[in-house]
């Protein structure tokens, strides 16, 4: 999987250094948002301050499972959270499965008060 993921970056990264405009390799690094809300209401936060244009969910496991699947024979990394608290999604420990099942890197980042 390691040659494959290979290949697939490096085509990626020749066409985009020759401008082409539609790429013919897949994402080798995804930012996989599972939640678009914040328990926290930190004053300098759009998302706890309900300031952005965002609708608040949490990203159905399915739907997750689905996104990884598809791509993860060709990532190399995934950041499963951006705008929201992915802890509040009570499906994040089968997504976390999902993703070490293609030895991807993964990286959380939480504001670790969750009740």
Known sequence: MNILRNINSKIVNWQMKKGHSFLFGNPYFMVLDTTSFCNLEWVWCPTGQHRNSRTSCIMPKDKALKIINKFGKYLKG??????????????????????????????????????
Do not use: H, M, Q, R
């Open 78 to 115: 995934i950041l499963l959270f951006n705008w929201g608290e992915p802890l509040l999604n009570p499906y994040i420990t089968d997504i976390i499965k999902a993703v070490k099942k293609y030895d991807i890197y993964c990286s959380l980042s939480s504001n670790l008060n969750i009740d």
